[in-house]
């Protein structure tokens, strides 16, 4: 293993204000348990949690369920960055969740989700080999260090490829 690693980069992020949920509703708003999670324009000004599969947009950063606007919580979301970058647990090959392994350079898509308002419990969102060409990706992440193998349920770095 490397002596010299990259480490995780929020504080160059691009951090925008918006409202943070899945849908309209109570049951639908995203809170402090989500912070960490994967997230993608779902509404107007809104964000809501990705499904797997989905291309990563951003991480959420913070979320307050105490002062709703018009009905949605407002939150944090770390969209860009330059460099930007998450630490994340491998979950595989998109096609397959939970089974293949992730190399470096490999680009990345949403794996399997934590449900909305069940904290990540110090764990870390997971991600899943893009089965589509970095070319046809939108939201192109990256897998820029590994901290085992590549296997499913070790760690590694992601970056925001602009």
Do not use: H
């Not at 407002?74 to 630490?87: E, F, W």
């Not at 397959?96 to 399997?112: F, H, M, R």
């Amino acid at each position: 293993m490397a002596k010299f690693k990259f480490g995780t980069l929020i504080d160059s992020a691009t951090v925008v204000t918006a409202r943070v949920a899945d849908g309209t509703g109570a049951a639908n708003q995203l809170t402090d348990a989500d912070v960490g999670k994967l997230v993608k324009l779902v509404g107007d000004s809104q964000y809501g949690l990705c499904a797997v599969g989905n291309e990563i947009e951003g991480q959420l950063i913070a979320a307050n369920f105490n002062a709703p606007a018009d009905g949605f919580n407002l939150g944090s979301v770390a969209t860009n960055g330059d460099p930007l970058r998450l630490k994340v647990t491998f979950d595989g090959v998109q096609a397959t969740p939970g089974t293949g392994t992730i190399a470096l350079g490999d680009y990345v898509v949403t794996g399997t989700p934590v449900a909305r308002g069940t904290s990540l419990n110090d764990a870390y969102p997971k991600v899943c080999k893009a089965t589509a060409a970095g070319a046809d990706l939108v939201y192109k992440w990256r897998v820029v260090s590994l901290d085992g193998t590549g296997a499913v349920g070790q760690t590694g770095l992601i970056e925001r490829v602009s």
